[in-house]
């Protein structure tokens, strides 16, 4: 069983602490599902010693995946921050779910570290969805190392995994230790560095035994090592490296080694190192390039920080001594101790007891309104997965977790109450799969709206839309295996509910005009009910909207009624007549009617005025109308007529596509009916192995074609 968050449990129990910003290292693991992130990060943990030992994922008892959801499905669905000791270096280890559908957990990953590991499965090798994370991380400028992992697979090839990231990710991207075979010639049992000419042996086990290597064991190496050392030169600030190389010389280790850290630091040089999990080969030397090569918080750079109101401030530094700016990276609702904030602090130093001011702004059209408050932390925890171990502080540049906020939701701002910042948003991925949801009974109602506004508060990829006109309440995620995630922690909070087709806002309109007579007269005894009216109807050009014409002469209708029969049609506009559908962008004309001096009422009017409505609606041709979307489908080159043949399809019509330059993709624009979109973000990722990705916004509603119109026109019929 996975460990339960606890408030005590391990409560300064080992929690790892730095009073140095310069000794943090902030990485985030990426990777595709199945590429062995969470079990690397166990075996980190277990050889570092802070756990007794690794965990594994299928039995759901690794520290990150703590999540009731990814016990049960057997994968990880959210960040989890995993801290280590090596040597006097604090890493800190967040772990990333490998389903293109958490994207936004691992936009969270790469805004809260200053480095990136990308493992990558000698089984499987590198997809295309793990070339864009890479193409992602290069476009900030982020750090990168590559782990190539699960050695021990009978079908594992290290070289072809190897000559695969290379490939995808670039010419400098070279390892920096040769595996080394077993005498048996099949299991990886130890490693040769290609610079420091340093064996490590596991033959025994975890620690390995580390020696010099032996003559037999160069000549193999000597057209990787020229190359590695070839490629630290070129990056070395040492102009006369290069010359003196090429010249004859022999570079010593002490010259090569800090040129590779720095290199590794700028992100312009990316070191690969084999390792596996279950045998422990290669986890101290991949803890040694973290804790060496990766920039440590003082030389990343920060994220724009304005006042609340947006008025400029000076750039950040990572200053223990400065301002306190931090920011909530994660949200979790814990069923123990409530709201779980996972923080980054950027600058100053955050301490128990201390108020602070949170800001939240710019996610409202996410569910997330802007938000003010100030709020008193009464402890700091140092999160080792679900795990809080209390801590007397966080400095700049390091992670945390605070409790029972009662307003910090993920994206949030925590600064000074005295001085409020607000930081730059990261740029988070629109969810454009809805699903519609309905409580089973009544009383799980206020159930669902609480839960839901739980999972809205941590998770800014999730939208919540109630639709005025379908009235429906739709979850808006990214994509199949985020909804059941999703419905999946609804349920397992205690909620009872349905899903149901996502509907989409239909709207009718009169294709021609008609003439309608609406009566009124009913005598039951007492005091009876007489209105009559008549009606002309004319279709308005679209986006005109509704006009109601009093044409009246003579007193047909008394003055005080022309209002009730225009209170009476708009009723029934809204209503709908041919498929339950607003009606919109008509002309109405009252003129003439009858009216009685007693029985005539406001009520009888009204139901006059829908009634000549709905009869003009008998005459006339009623259009029912879609919304049109227009959408930007961005996609490698190699999928842009996949991916404009399945749209045409859509009933698409395409607006052009541009060519991305070398690496860089395709865009291709189109407009394509709403109803053809409901489930494009799943259809999307199919056709494209994941690379696909879109954007939409409304443009316009137009008619539907009849076939499909009548369609509607029946379902309705049924359903009444």
Not at 314 to 339: F, K, N, Y
Not at 475 to 494: K, Y
Not at 630 to 640: G, T
Not at 641 to 668: I, K, Y
Request: charged share 25%; aromatic share 4%; proline share 7%.
């Amino acid at each position: 069983m996975a460990q339960k968050t606890s408030e005590k449990g391990l409560a300064g129990a080992g929690a790892p602490a730095v009073t140095d910003p310069g000794r943090v290292r902030n990485v985030v693991l990426v990777g595709h599902s199945g590429s062995g992130k969470t079990t690397l990060v166990e075996a980190l943990l277990s050889a570092s010693g802070t756990i007794p030992r690794a965990g594994g994922v299928t039995e759901g008892t690794t520290v990150t995946d703590h999540d009731p959801a990814a016990i049960r499905q057997q994968r990880s669905v959210a960040l989890a921050c995993a801290p280590l000791m090596h040597g006097d270096v604090k890493i800190n280890l967040l772990d990333t779910p490998g389903y293109a559908d958490f994207v936004g957990e691992l936009r969270a990953g790469l805004r809260a570290a200053d480095g990136a590991l990308f493992v990558v499965s000698a089984v499987d090798g590198v997809d295309d969805s793990t070339v864009s994370l890479w193409e992602e991380c290069a476009a900030v400028g982020m750090p990168r190392a590559v782990a190539i992992t699960r050695l021990d697979h009978p079908r594992a090839d290290y070289d072809q995994a190897l000559q695969d990231c290379q490939e995808a990710f670039g010419e400098n991207v070279m390892p920096i230790y040769q595996p080394m075979l077993a005498d048996d010639g099949q299991a990886i049992a130890g490693l040769l560095g290609l610079i420091t000419l340093r064996v490590l042996d596991y033959s025994a086990g975890y620690p390995p035994r580390a020696g010099e290597a032996e003559p037999e064991h160069l000549n193999p190496i000597a057209d990787d090592r020229n190359t590695l050392i070839e490629g630290i030169i070129a990056e070395s600030e040492d102009e006369t490296l290069m010359d003196r190389y090429l010249g004859g010389e022999m570079i010593s280790t002490d010259a090569l080694v800090p040129d590779l850290e720095k290199a590794v630091a700028r992100g312009n040089f990316y070191p690969v190192v084999p390792v596996c999990a279950g045998t422990g080969v290669g986890l101290d030397a991949l803890l040694d390039v973290i804790a060496s090569g990766f920039p440590s918080p003082l030389e990343h750079d920060l994220p724009v920080v304005t006042g609340v109101d947006g008025s400029p401030r000076p750039p950040l530094t990572c200053d223990p001594s400065g301002p306190l700016v931090a920011e909530v990276v994660r949200t979790t609702i814990d069923r123990h101790v409530g709201r779980v904030s996972l923080v980054r602090v950027f600058s100053g130093t955050l301490r128990p007891d201390q108020t602070l001011h949170v800001s939240g702004h710019g996610m409202a059209e996410r569910g997330h309104p802007d938000h003010d408050a100030d709020e008193r932390v009464a402890h700091v925890y140092s999160p080792l997965g679900a795990q809080l171990r209390e801590v007397p502080s966080c400095l700049a540049g390091d992670l945390c977790a605070i409790t029972k906020s009662g307003s910090a939701e993920t994206g949030d701002t925590l600064s000074g109450k005295d001085d409020p910042l607000l930081m730059e948003p990261w740029r988070m991925p629109e969810p454009l799969l809805p699903i519609a949801v309905v409580a089973k009974t009544r009383s799980d109602e206020d159930a669902l709206a609480k839960n839901l506004a739980k999972l809205v508060a941590g998770d800014p990829t999730l939208r919540l839309e109630r639709n005025a006109e379908t009235h429906q309440l739709v979850l808006w995620t990214m994509g199949e295996s985020h909804a059941d995630v999703v419905l999946d922690r609804l349920r397992s909070g205690g909620v009872e509910l349905d899903t149901e087709p996502v509907k989409v806002a239909l709207r009718e309109t009169f294709g021609s005009g008609a003439k309608g007579h609406g009566r009124h007269v009913k005598q039951s005894g007492g005091h009876g009910q007489y209105a009559v009216c008549d009606i002309e109807v004319e279709p308005l050009p679209r986006g005109e909207g509704f006009q109601f014409v009093d044409r009246v002469v003579g007193g047909a209708v008394p003055h005080n009624y022309i209002p009730s029969v225009e209170k009476g049609v708009r009723a029934q506009l809204e209503r709908g007549l041919a498929a339950g559908c607003p009606v919109v962008d008509v002309k109405v004309t009252l003129y003439d009617g009858k009216a009685h001096s007693v029985d005539s009422s406001d009520a009888a009017f009204q139901t006059a005025g829908a009634l000549a409505l709905r009869a003009a609606a008998e005459q006339g041709h009623i259009t029912l109308l879609e919304p049109v979307d227009e959408i930007v489908v961005r996609v490698p080159e190699s999928y842009v007529g996949a991916v404009m043949s399945d749209l045409s399809g859509r009933r698409g019509r395409p607006m052009g596509s541009e060519s991305g330059g070398e690496g860089e993709a395709s865009l291709v624009r189109a407009e394509v009916p709403a109803t053809e979109l409901v489930r494009y973000a799943v259809e999307l990722r199919a056709l494209t192995s994941g690379t696909g990705t879109f954007t939409r916004h409304y443009i316009r509603h137009e008619p539907m074609p009849p076939h499909l119109a009548e369609a509607v026109r029946k379902e309705h019929a049924v359903a009444r």
